[in-house]
């Protein structure tokens, strides 16, 4: 149901672009703030090598960017509402590449 929204609905896919209060962020600022994350991030958990980890954290950064781009587009500045979104939605992100990563799935 949400995807056939999504898909069908030109003005959700540009929703978070057409508004945002910046610029787009270069390509090379995000996968430079993703390798910095994955290290920090590594030192605890450890993804197999048979994930593509550089994937998976830049989307990761996206995740956690989107969210705090909608929440300071709805509530006119970052709120305690959007870095705890992040954090729940980075969380449960990283729970599945976990739980993938112990049931051998990729």
Same mark, same amino acid.
Request: charged share 15%; proline share 3%.
């Given at each position: ?24 962020? !270069? ?20 993804? !197999? ?58």
């Amino acid at each position: 149901m949400l995807y056939n929204f999504f898909k069908n609905s030109k003005g959700a896919q540009i929703l978070i672009l057409s508004n945002s209060l910046v610029t787009p962020v !270069p390509s090379s600022s995000l996968h430079e703030l993703s390798s910095e994350i994955q290290l920090i991030i590594e030192v605890n958990i450890k993804l !197999p090598e048979m994930f593509n980890k550089d994937g998976v954290f830049r989307v990761f950064t996206q995740i956690i960017l989107s969210i705090l781009s909608l929440n300071t587009k709805e509530s006119g500045e970052l709120n305690e509402v959007g870095k705890i979104e992040a954090h729940r939605a980075a969380h449960a992100y990283l729970l599945n590449w976990i739980n993938q990563s112990n049931q051998g799935v990729s």
